[in-house]
C-alpha cells in the first residue's frame, strides 16, 4: 500500500503561483507513476500532470507551460509547480500513484487539496 499526503495549496490572485507537494509512503518502490489530478465543481476528476518513473511526463493541454511536475527520489516526494495561475485552474487538486503488481494495477489518492484562483 503507498500513502500519500499533500501539501501547499492555498488562495492565490491570478496570475500567481503555488508549489504543491506530495509526500508518499508505504511500499514506494512498488510505485510505476505519479502524477496530479484536479476536480472542480461539477466536473469529473481530470490528469493535470503524470511522471512515469523512467519516462517521459505528459500534461493537460490546458497546463502546458505554466505547471511542472517533479520528483525528489531522495524525498519520495513529487511536486507540481503552477505558474500563471488562472481562475479556471480553481480545484481540488489530488495526488496520485500507480503500483503494479503482477497484471494488476492499484492506483492510491491522497486527501486532496484546495487550489483557488480569485480573478
Known amino acids: 500500500q503507498v500513502q500519500l499526503v499533500e501539501s501547499g495549496g492555498g488562495l492565490v490572485q491570478a496570475g500567481g503561483s503555488l508549489r504543491l507537494s506530495c509526500s508518499a509512503s508505504?511500499?514506494?518502490?512498488?510505485?510505476?507513476?505519479m502524477g496530479w489530478y484536479r476536480q472542480a465543481p461539477g466536473n469529473q476528476r481530470e490528469l493535470v500532470a503524470a511522471?512515469?518513473?523512467?519516462?517521459?511526463?505528459n500534461y493537460a493541454d490546458s497546463v502546458k507551460g505554466r505547471f511542472t511536475i517533479s520528483r525528489d527520489n531522495a524525498k519520495n516526494t513529487v511536486y507540481l509547480q503552477m505558474n500563471s495561475l488562472k481562475p479556471e485552474d480553481t480545484a481540488v487538486y489530488y495526488c496520485?500513484?500507480?503500483?503494479?503488481?503482477?497484471?494488476?494495477?492499484?492506483?492510491?489518492w491522497g486527501q486532496g487539496t484546495q487550489v483557488t484562483v480569485s480573478s
Open positions: 496520485n500513484a500507480n503500483t503494479i503488481t503482477g497484471a494488476t494495477m492499484f492506483r492510491y
Open positions: 508505504g511500499s514506494i518502490n512498488s510505485i510505476s507513476a
Open positions: 511522471m512515469p518513473t523512467g519516462g517521459s511526463t
